[in-house]
Every structure is written in C-alpha cells, then in structure tokens.
C-alpha cells in the first residue's frame, strides 16, 4: 500500500511457513502478538502489519528480530478482528476492503498498546516500525505522537495531512526502486518536502533493483540476488532504533 488513496496491487511474495516464538494475548477490545528478548528490556517496537494482516507469518518473523536484538516487539491487529487482504480476492474491491481499515484511524488502538506496553512490560522507551499499510500508519504515528522515540516506515507514505512533513519522531523510510506501488517521484517530493519542513532528523533511503515488500515478504535463502539488500535494509532498521531508542 502505497498511500491511502492508491490502491495495493502488491504480491504476497514468499510467504514463511513460520512457527513464531512469541504468544497472542487479548488487549482491550482486540488481540496482539507479543515475543519478548531472553533479558529483560524497557525498551519495546509496535510492529505494524501490511495488508495480509498481524498473523502474516513474515511480519512475526519480523518481530522475532526485534525480540533477538533486546526489544519486547508487539504486532495488534489493527484490523480489529475484520478479515485482512487477500491474495485470493479480486483487487477491483480492494478500495471498498480499506474503507474501514484506514492507517490514519487507529489513534484507539495505539493508546491501548502504549497503555499495555507501558503497564504490563514496563516499556519506557517505545518505537513503532510498519510494512506497506503499517508503512503509512508508522508516518502517521510519528506526526501524532511525540513520545514515540523513533519509526521506520518500509513503503509507506501518507499522502492526505497538510502537516505529513512535520515529524515529531525521527523517522528512517525504506523504499524499493523497482516499486510499482510507489513512483520515485513520490519518494523525492517527501524528501524535498522533508528537508524543507521537518525539525526532527530523518532518512529516505532507496534501494536499488528491489520491489514492492522486499524487506519482510522476500526470503533472502531463496532470493540470493536480493539478500544483500534485504539483508542491509533490516540492518538500517535495528541501527536506526538502536540509534534513537
């Protein structure tokens, strides 16, 4: 998903048959997935879904990451129990899919995760990294909320907010050159914009030769073209919350 007004014509790639190491809990009015490191940590990633929902088993592969390198990661279904996308459904429908799935209508559900994260893990410092839709909603958030210490958004870029320049968290966004979903021009006009408005640091990186969903939805053993790229763009991701968080 590039933006909120395009629709998604992207692959589901290759999908992991991926057991997950973590535990889905019951939060308020919806669930969320939880994977905790081996020592303990008061430092925590929201990890936001794409279109194919919070137990895509790629994106908990992602939060497992997390979980490896110290941080209590947490993936909510912010669909709130509505059936994600699928690679099945025909996409002609995919806008009237979205209309109650909007990236920019979950301030409910971010409360309640840093509610649960701050009481029930003791989380003090808090980040939030988001692929494709959760890639909008991780540009969202970092508009909103300044307690959040630091985004990455991989492919995802708000495109109707007057103020979608004036981050209040630093921000790291990972695009593919060879996106179908999101035009290079689109990428150079929030740098542009991001350089002339932003007040809090930033980086827009594009890499090379890559497509749509690359970073959690392209396995690297089977892609072996791909892993340098796949490899060091989820190494961007950790440096840049180890920097911030």
Not at 38 to 61: C, E, H, M
Not at 66 to 86: H, M, Q, R, T
Not at 90 to 109: C, G, H, R, V
Not at 143 to 169: F, H, T
């Amino acid at each position: 998903m590039a933006n909120e007004a395009k629709p998604c014509p992207c692959d589901i790639g290759d999908r992991m048959e991926y057991g997950a190491l973590g535990q889905e809990v019951q939060m308020e009015h919806f669930k969320a997935y939880v994977v905790k490191p081996s020592t303990a940590s008061d430092k925590a990633i929201i990890v936001i879904q794409d279109i194919f929902g919070w137990q895509l088993p790629n994106t908990r592969y992602m939060a497992d990451m997390l979980a490896a390198n110290g941080y209590i990661a947490i993936c909510p279904d912010f669909f709130v129990g509505k059936e994600p996308w699928s690679p099945t459904k025909d996409w002609s429908n995919f806008q009237e899919w979205l209309q109650d799935k909007k990236p920019t209508a979950i301030n409910k559900e971010v409360d309640a995760v840093l509610k649960f994260l701050k009481n029930q893990c003791g989380a003090k410092h808090i980040g939030v990294v988001g692929f494709c839709w959760g890639g909008v909603a991780t540009h969202y958030l970092a508009l909103l909320y300044p307690e959040i210490k630091a985004g990455v958004s991989v492919y995802g870029i708000v495109r109707e907010r007057e103020d979608r320049y004036e981050l209040k968290s630093p921000t790291l966004f990972v695009f593919a050159e060879n996106d179908s979903v999101i035009p290079l021009d689109q990428v150079s006009a929030l740098e542009a914009n991001l350089k002339e408005k932003c007040k809090v640091d930033y980086q827009v990186k594009i890499f090379p030769g890559q497509t749509h969903g690359f970073v959690h939805r392209k396995r690297e053993d089977i892609n072996p073209a791909d892993k340098p790229y796949i490899q060091e763009a989820r190494k961007d991701l950790l440096n840049w919350l180890n920097t911030y968080m």
